[in-house]
């Protein structure tokens, strides 16, 4: 059974902090990692994916992956209230359809 | 820019009454996929479908479920007979090849049986 690991919150930052949200996954196996952002009621929304180990940036948003550790986070600069979500991690290996984990929900307090 | 589009947004029915929940999704892709959602929990892979067949199946999707796409635009979604534990959201996705950058979801439908 692959399982998707997820803090399930919620996390509180003030805005224009750091947020940090963090995923493990189970199946070593793993190629592929995706963040998506859900808000209430709504379709989740792909931010960033990433295949390889280390850093990968895209704007306010920065994907960082250790798969020596199967740990997989997601780190939102200058965060804003309009970034207040639930933040899914999805993982997935060969048969490219991925397993999501329960999401952590994001807080950010003017 | 292109959009998976799913109706109706919500539907009501009565348990053991038959659904059809519909998708269209992005012109020129060819895989395409139904997930679920029950409020509050994870995001759960359903099936895949390719070249007018299943390619991938989860334990959910049993004989209750079939997918067909009618046309060359849509793509649905049945559930013969439902249960009180089909309600959830039904999420539709497609990827024009399948590829792995990750999936545009439709906006969904919210199922609630009664």
């Known amino acids: 059974q692959k399982e998707v690991e997820q803090n399930s919150g919620p996390l509180s930052v003030p805005e224009g902090a750091i947020a940090s949200l963090n995923c493990t996954y189970s199946d070593r196996g793993s190629q592929s990692f995706f963040w998506y952002r859900q808000y209430s009621g709504k379709s989740p929304e792909l931010i960033m994916f990433i295949y390889s180990n280390g850093d990968k940036e895209d704007g306010r948003f920065t994907a960082q992956l250790n798969k020596a550790s199967q740990y997989v986070s997601l780190l939102i600069r200058d965060s804003q209230p309009s970034d207040s979500a639930t933040y899914l991690c999805?993982?997935?290996?060969?048969?490219?359809?991925?397993?999501f984990g329960r999401g952590t929900s994001l807080i950010v307090h003017p | 820019e292109p959009e998976v589009t799913q109706t109706p947004s919500h539907q009501v029915t009565q348990m053991g009454q038959e659904v059809i929940l519909r998708c269209v999704p992005i012109s020129n892709h060819l895989y395409f996929y139904w997930y679920r959602q029950i409020l509050g929990q994870k995001v759960e892979f359903l099936v895949s479908?390719?070249?007018?067949?299943?390619?991938?199946k989860s334990e959910i999707f049993d004989d209750q479920f079939s997918v067909e796409r009618p046309d060359g635009s849509n793509f649905t979604l049945k559930i013969r007979s439902t249960k009180l534990e089909d309600s959830a959201m039904y999420f539709c996705?497609?990827?024009?090849?399948?590829?792995?950058?990750?999936?545009?979801f439709g906006s969904g439908t919210r199922l609630t049986v009664v």
């Open positions: 996705a497609s990827t024009r090849q399948g590829d792995n950058y990750g999936y545009t």
């Open positions: 479908f390719y070249n007018n067949e299943i390619s991938e």
């Open positions: 999805a993982v997935s290996g060969g048969s490219y359809i991925p397993t």
